[in-house]
């Protein structure tokens, strides 16, 4: 499909920007509405605890009043000896009948806001959720993903970091099962066969001098890996446990192809192949470069499969945890602000923001978002839509 401007020149985004729109004002009214709720369940646990805390003091405050006026009494009183005995027992009840108050109220008041706390992790799933299903559509720029995969006794469990413009970052699980080439433990053939290392130094039977000891890893497990951008580690291991013969490979394509080889024979600590000079000519870099584009290839094919959002950080900050929601949705309507001048520029009417839809016949649909819808969601929360609506200028 491709987009165009309501003007019929070319849109930049190639996406239906205006459904991304109208889904970032439902999200915003509903994730707002949310943190809202917690914003104010946060405020009624702090007057609790105040609550508590107060009525606690005074509590202390009464009893201490009491046993100073017992006292004073038993001090001035002719039958000291005969009082107090009687004095000793009021002080005692008094001190009981007290503690068991204040252990009352304490727990009545632990209990609320143990509820309250209850309620605030429902909100705050709640806002996850919300704010899950608006950024597994990538709605801003994505700057770079960083890909952590690890072998579990199934598959692979695999998460992707999401880094997009205006400081954002997503974290995602993948679930690796559902992309047909990762269902399943992989091995080195998986991405190109016949790939040899040289593991050490060895002295054949018969021989006198030393000479590499080429392994082939056709047959090794794929068990770790790591990709940021241009650059990636992966782990190749004999066999499926922890102290297994391993080879790390650090691959490096930002500029010139670099590249360094770690080995650990079973339960040894890697040591770096490439140190040892003598193995240094015995080396294919350009298959493990070709191995490093295959894996790296695989690896991108595991983005559609992301699904369930662990966290959002916003300038290193947990967005959920720190309940800066509303910061969030304006640094993306701030992002969104230059795409709607763009689109109102190339807009036939002044009140509908417009694109068309081209499908691969030619045929051309008009897709269509008014002003009014836009500002009549936002009104559900208030300032902060108006706000939202300031930075998206949709005036």
Not at 259 to 273: G, L, Q, S
């Amino acid at each position: 499909m491709k987009y165009l401007f309501g003007d019929t020149t070319d849109f930049p985004l190639q996406r239906d920007f205006l459904k991304l729109l109208d889904n970032f004002t439902d999200t915003s009214v509903k994730a707002i509405t949310l943190e809202n709720t917690v914003l104010e369940l946060k405020e009624t646990i702090i007057d609790r605890r105040r609550l508590k805390n107060s009525a606690v003091d005074e509590m202390d405050t009464f009893l201490l009043t009491v046993e100073n006026a017992i006292s004073d009494a038993v001090g001035t009183s002719k039958e000291q000896e005969i009082i107090i005995q009687y004095a000793d027992k009021s002080k005692e009840f008094l001190n009981k009948f007290i503690e068991d108050g204040k252990n009352k109220i304490s727990d009545e008041i632990l209990q609320e806001i143990a509820q309250l706390e209850k309620k605030i992790e429902e909100a705050n799933e709640g806002d996850r959720k919300t704010l899950e299903s608006f950024f597994i559509q990538d709605p801003v720029h994505i700057i770079n993903k960083k890909y952590a995969i690890k072998a579990t006794l199934e598959g692979y469990s695999a998460k992707v970091q999401v880094i997009c413009e205006g400081n954002i970052t997503c974290v995602f699980e993948i679930v690796s099962s559902e992309i047909p080439f990762w269902d399943g433990h992989l091995k080195a053939f998986d991405f190109v066969r016949g790939v040899e290392i040289p593991a050490r130094m060895k002295k054949p039977f018969l021989k006198k001098e030393e000479v590499p000891d080429i392994v082939r890893i056709d047959d090794y497990f794929l068990t770790d890996l790591f990709l940021s951008g241009k650059e990636l580690e992966v782990v190749f291991k004999k066999k499926l446990d922890t102290a297994a013969e391993r080879f790390r490979l650090k691959l490096n394509f930002t500029d010139e192809f670099e590249v360094e080889v770690f080995h650990a024979e079973e339960n040894k600590v890697e040591k770096n192949i490439l140190a040892v000079p003598e193995l240094k000519p015995a080396f294919n870099i350009m298959g493990l470069r070709e191995l490093g584009e295959k894996i790296q290839e695989r690896t991108d094919t595991l983005y559609p499969g992301k699904k369930r959002l662990n966290y959002i950080h916003l300038d290193v900050k947990d967005v959920i945890e720190e309940n800066i929601v509303f910061e969030l949705m304006q640094k993306v309507a701030e992002l969104f602000a230059p795409i709607i001048a763009d689109i109102k520029e190339h807009s036939p009417f002044g009140e509908e923001l417009s694109l068309k839809a081209e499908d691969e016949t030619g045929n051309r649909s008009e897709i269509y978002l008014k002003k009014s819808q836009v500002i009549d969601k936002l009104d559900a929360i208030i300032d902060k839509g108006n706000k939202l609506l300031e930075i998206l200028r949709m005036g």
